[in-house]
């Protein structure tokens, strides 16, 4: 594996396939991330009779269209879920399970979210709160850990913490969930039961984008892209943020960057003028 890619593609749609032959055409280290085929909506569709050039063809017949030209187009292909992207300065990281790749750019074709956070969550991410037990189980050995998810990756995730000997709640029923706690999570709510817990794990196909890249302003048409200061926008540049709460991530960029950038000396010799009325006016001289 190359020690960085020029782009990262975070989605396995037609939108990421276009994406991936654009970037391989043009020369680029390009890797892809994106679950299974069959783990998307698209695969499970029974027939799909508007999409140009593919007509009266089923989901999972189309899906493995894109996936076998996805596989034949030369980018790397990374199995999994993208669990967050950070912009370290002059690049980006992406984690994937306990996997990070470092890129110049990333592009988001994630497609649609149609999962809701549950309240708590975002508020709780990390502190009691993961997306990924093997990255995050053994900080909870021998403790209580929920896990909320229907699919055969939430089930295997379940048997892995119990295998490093937790005690496992498992939900898979589409109940009502909220996350409660102080400085952490302590209490999950499924349905009208409460239970006492030292982590929740929630197990999804896709993060929503707003999690996925912290700060990143979006509503219900999408991802609001601006020109007024930088942003991550879905097609990312290096050094571009979106702080959707300004301060706190705005700070933690510019630490990140003025670490790695040179020093940037200011002079502040002070020149000297006397005005009219004999009162003295003092300027700083430059840069």
Same mark, same amino acid.
């Given at each position: ?45 029974? $027939?799909?009779?508007?999409?140009? /050039? *593919?007509?009266? +063809? !089923? &989901? %999972?017949? #189309?899906?493995?269209?894109?996936? $076998?030209?996805?596989?034949?187009? /030369? *980018?790397?292909? +990374? !199995? &999994? %879920?993208? #669990? ?204």
């Amino acid at each position: 594996m190359p020690d960085g890619y020029d782009v990262i593609i975070i989605g396995g749609g037609s939108a990421a396939l276009a994406a991936a032959m654009t970037c391989q055409a043009r020369g680029k280290r390009t890797a892809v991330v994106a679950n299974g085929a069959e783990t998307t909506n698209l695969y499970k569709a029974e $027939r799909i009779a508007n999409y140009p /050039g *593919a007509e009266n +063809i !089923t &989901g %999972r017949e #189309l899906a493995e269209l894109f996936r $076998r030209q996805l596989d034949s187009c /030369g *980018a790397d292909i +990374i !199995t &999994g %879920r993208a #669990l967050s992207v950070m912009p370290l300065g002059e690049s980006f990281g992406v984690a994937v399970g306990n996997n990070f790749y470092t890129c110049a750019a990333v592009i988001l074709a994630v497609g649609i979210t149609r999962e809701n956070l549950y309240p708590g969550e975002a508020e709780f991410l990390g502190r009691g709160v993961s997306y990924c037990a093997t990255c995050d189980g053994m900080l909870y050995r021998g403790k209580t850990v929920a896990v909320i998810g229907a699919g055969a990756e939430a089930r295997a995730d379940a048997d892995f913490l119990e295998s490093i000997g937790c005690t496992v709640l498992r939900f898979e029923d589409s109940l009502r969930y909220a996350i409660n706690g102080t400085d952490k999570a302590e209490t999950l709510v499924a349905g009208a039961t409460e239970y006492r817990v030292d982590c929740v794990f929630i197990i999804k196909e896709s993060i929503a984008v707003a999690t996925l890249v912290p700060g990143l302003e979006g509503g219900k048409a999408g991802i609001t892209v601006t020109h007024g200061e930088p942003r991550i926008s879905p097609a990312c540049s290096p050094r571009a943020t979106a702080p959707a709460s300004p301060i706190s991530w705005q700070r933690r960029w510019a630490r990140e960057t003025l670490r790695r950038s040179p020093r940037v000396s200011i002079s502040t010799k002070r020149n000297k003028r006397r005005n009219k009325n004999g009162s003295c006016t003092y300027q700083n001289s430059g840069i």
